[in-house]
């Protein structure tokens, strides 16, 4: 028997509870992990509260991260003891996540931990850290250069925003942050923000151009956050897409796009390819500062992540929510 958080949505309605599963309930897979390690994320916090049409199958262990050790394997790649990380691929939407202590999965998903991160920074970083990478790797893909310009992060004090700050800031460039917590602007100051600008500064409808700042930007927001970014760039700059914490809508015109000649890259870690996240993971490691991660994470056990969701949906939460699934 395992400890799990389970979703289920019958007669009874939907609901998410703590409880104790056996092996044999565990789905398909070739690999068995003994997690350690998942973390909250926005999603998750989705679909523990059914406010997000984010579960497609029920009953439904949620948790896009897991970190863990190899239990049992028929794959050709991995071997019982080997420590493994998961991020995406459907897991806690189609699949059961990472919000148990026993994961049974595709080999195919899964991603050696090797190098420096312990189980639990691997989850400090997690889905959002790794996003925020592929973030990076975009901007630099499209010839963005730190003598190039400011590069603007929204939801600065978020999972995504945090790392993508820390990472853009050790890396040469100078981030200014947009965050809706005044609070919080000690912590995103100590994370590399030169600037921090209040949301509030691009909530509102816009002009379809703007004056001409942003080199590069990270937005997680999407709606008329992501308009107004995108009419605020400069000449070819680069905006990466990667959230929509603002909503789906995308209110803008094409401005942007055919007179400055902005290029708008949308960024997706569920379905990304493996050698693209063998690559995060790579850049992560080399370009992280670890001891951010302390910063960056804090941590609980797995009985408090339901009464957390609400809360992460409502903007309370800092950085990245560890889970330890053991206590």
């Known amino acids: 028997m395992f400890n799990a958080i389970?979703?289920?949505?019958d007669e009874a309605g939907y609901r998410a509870s703590m409880q104790q599963l056996d092996d044999s309930q565990l789905p398909a897979g070739d690999v068995t992990v003994r997690v350690s390690h998942s973390t909250l994320n926005y999603k998750d916090a989705l679909a523990i509260t059914g406010k997000g049409r984010v579960v497609r199958r029920f009953p439904m262990v949620p948790?896009?991260?897991?970190?863990?050790?190899?239990?049992?394997?028929?794959?050709s790649d991995y071997a019982q003891?080997?420590?493994v990380v998961l991020n995406g691929w459907g897991v806690g939407e189609k699949h059961w996540g990472g919000f148990a202590q026993k994961a049974r999965?595709?080999?195919?998903?899964?991603?050696p931990l090797r190098g420096r991160f312990t189980p639990r920074q691997a989850m400090a970083v997690g889905t959002a850290g790794y996003t925020a990478m592929?973030?990076?790797l975009?901007?630099?893909r499209h010839g963005v250069k730190p003598e190039d310009g400011e590069i603007l992060v929204t939801g600065a004090a978020g999972g995504v925003g945090s790392v993508a700050t820390a990472i853009l800031s050790r890396l040469g460039y100078t981030v200014v942050a947009v965050s809706g917590r005044p609070e919080e602007a000690d912590y995103i100051r100590s994370l590399g923000a030169a600037e921090i600008l209040d949301r509030a500064e691009f909530d509102g409808p816009g002009k379809p151009l703007g004056a001409e700042r942003w080199a590069g930007a990270v937005d997680v927001v999407g709606s008329t956050t992501l308009a107004n970014v995108c009419a605020t760039m400069r000449y070819r700059g680069v905006v990466t897409a990667c959230g929509l914490a603002g909503g789906m809508d995308f209110p803008a015109t094409v401005a942007p796009f055919i007179l400055r000649g902005v290029t708008l890259v949308g960024i997706d870690s569920v379905m990304c390819p493996r050698l693209?996240?063998?690559e995060a993971w790579r850049r992560l490691a080399r370009d992280l500062d670890v001891s951010k991660?302390?910063?960056i994470g804090g941590e609980v056990g797995l009985s408090e992540v339901i009464p957390l969701a609400s809360q992460m949906l409502e903007g309370k939460l800092r950085g990245r929510v560890v889970v330890d699934v053991n206590r």
Do not use: F, K, P, Y
């Open 276 to 278: 693209e996240r063998l």
């Open 63 to 75: 948790g896009v991260d897991l970190v863990g050790t190899v239990e049992q394997s028929n794959h």
């Open 81 to 83: 003891g080997d420590t």
């Open 293 to 295: 991660l302390e910063r």
């Open 138 to 140: 975009a901007l630099e």
């Open 6 to 9: 389970l979703i289920e949505n």
């Open 105 to 111: 999965v595709d080999g195919n998903w899964l991603v």
């Open 134 to 136: 592929l973030c990076v």
